[in-house]
């Protein structure tokens, strides 16, 4: 027994098994093993680093989104205030971000990487973005459109099961 997505094949009305049901668990399947596989390559560049995989999660949230309060960072990776106050320092620590007076309210403190922190770990990512890249030479619009319409709704399907996950019960 899979225990991982894609296990097994949804079976079409009928009780027969189509090709569109077959390819979409194959599909699911291919993820499954690619979210597997970056997870992996994940930890190998937070070891790199050397920093937690939660750490990592936190200097990528800090690079897509920009400065940060330290407890809206927390939220982003699922840190209690506390937690998320305590890896800040850590990457403080490690020189990884810094704090800087918000720009918004100067009464406040913001996180943000440091631009060697953003270049040193675009160098682990950077060979990796340019072989998915170049995967995709071959593949037209359409179908680039509709590889990131799925993307973008596995990755909403993802996020509300963790959030139903995160939830006591």
Do not use: K
Not at 63 to 79: D, I, K, T, Y
């Amino acid at each position: 027994m899979q225990l991982l997505c894609g296990a097994g094949v949804r079976l079409s009305t009928g009780g027969r098994v189509d090709e569109r049901d077959r390819l979409a668990a194959e599909v699911v399947g291919a993820l499954t093993g690619w979210t597997v596989a970056v997870v992996q390559f994940n930890g190998m560049v937070a070891a790199r680093l050397q920093v937690t995989e939660t750490g990592l999660q936190c200097l990528y949230e800090l690079s897509r989104h920009g400065p940060s309060s330290p407890g809206e960072l927390g939220r982003r990776v699922g840190l209690t205030s506390g937690a998320a106050s305590r890896m800040v320092e850590r990457l403080q620590a490690a020189g990884y971000v810094r704090r800087v007076p918000d720009p918004h309210d100067r009464r406040r403190v913001v996180v943000e990487p440091t631009p060697e922190t953003l270049d040193r770990i675009a160098g682990y990512y950077r060979p990796l973005t340019d072989r998915l890249h170049a995967d995709l030479v071959g593949v037209d619009e359409a179908h680039l459109a509709s590889m990131l319409a799925f993307a973008a709704a596995a990755q909403e399907s993802t996020e509300a099961q963790i959030r139903v996950l995160g939830t006591p019960g």
